[in-house]
């Protein structure tokens, strides 16, 4: 697409100006609605450097975040900053910004009779989800590598392959804390139900986390997850950023894909599933 092309006020790499100031009073009470259900439920749920990244932001429940005060305090702690985009970006848009710590995030809200469920990530999903990781030294290298991936993996073809890692991971990982298991993945964390569904519903399976499992197995973006995959530590994310994926790139592709809910003998099985929520669904 040619800069001539673009809608107005995009640029060639996507973004667009948040207009913060252009949001209505309805769509700051979406914000708040969200904000608040949500922050009370992840006490005690999400990992402890969620929680402690969202304290550190100028996010509060009031008021739909201004990217720029976000993107202040990001720089001085881990070099990011969030730009706005109108929705979903191209692959190597999105891999590009990441490369360079930028944060493309959704510059709309959701509507009040969406609060549980929207398949394009809006800002709550960006914002809420994200954006307290990235005060993270460790999660902010891991995204940027992952960036950096996301293009050598794009001209090998093998993208599908990586973006498995993300979803388990930056979208819906958990990970094993002293006090139990803990949210870190933005697409549980800014969901009330999957939030709940995650950690407390003996439907899905959790599965210690295996690099060439997860690239090996597809996932659901239409519904709860069937499993989740559980880091020891976010430590173990930076031993990512540092793999060279080119070999098991080559030796997942020799193997079949794996179905979301699928069992393999050689799983370290945290929790086995019922599968119950998604067996009852396929009857109905």
Not at 60 to 82: C, K, N, Y
Not at 173 to 200: C, H, N, P, W
Request: hydrophobic share 40%.
């Amino acid at each position: 697409m040619h800069l001539s092309d673009l809608p107005p006020g995009q640029r060639d790499d996507w973004t667009i100006d948040q207009q913060w100031d252009q949001y209505t009073p309805e769509q700051h009470a979406v914000w708040k609605t969200l904000f608040e259900r949500q922050s009370k439920l992840l006490e005690g749920r999400a990992c402890d450097e969620f929680l402690t990244g969202m304290r550190a932001l100028p996010i509060a429940p009031d008021q739909i975040p201004d990217f720029r005060q976000l993107s202040e305090v990001l720089m001085q702690h881990t070099g990011w900053q969030v730009v706005a985009v109108p929705g979903l970006v191209p692959d190597e848009v999105f891999f590009e910004h990441l490369a360079n710590r930028r944060f493309p995030a959704g510059q709309f809200i959701r509507s009040a009779d969406q609060l549980d469920y929207l398949q394009e990530p809006d800002v709550f999903h960006d914002v809420f989800g994200h954006v307290p990781l990235l005060m993270n030294p460790i999660i902010a290298d891991y995204i940027q590598a992952y960036g950096v991936g996301g293009l050598r993996a794009k001209e090998k073809g093998v993208l599908d392959l990586l973006a498995r890692v993300y979803w388990y991971t930056v979208e819906f990982g958990l990970v094993q804390q002293k006090d139990g298991l803990r949210l870190y993945g933005a697409g549980i964390v800014s969901s009330y139900t999957e939030s709940i569904f995650a950690l407390d519903d003996a439907s899905p399976n959790r599965v210690r986390f295996d690099l060439p499992r997860v690239m090996q197995t597809d996932y659901r973006i239409d519904d709860f997850q069937e499993t989740y995959f559980v880091i020891r530590d976010l430590d173990e994310l930076l031993q990512l950023a540092h793999t060279d994926f080119a070999p098991l790139y080559a030796q997942v592709q020799q193997k079949p894909v794996l179905q979301p809910g699928t069992i393999l003998p050689d799983d370290v099985l945290v929790t086995r599933g019922t599968g119950s929520y998604h067996h009852f669904k396929k009857e109905k």
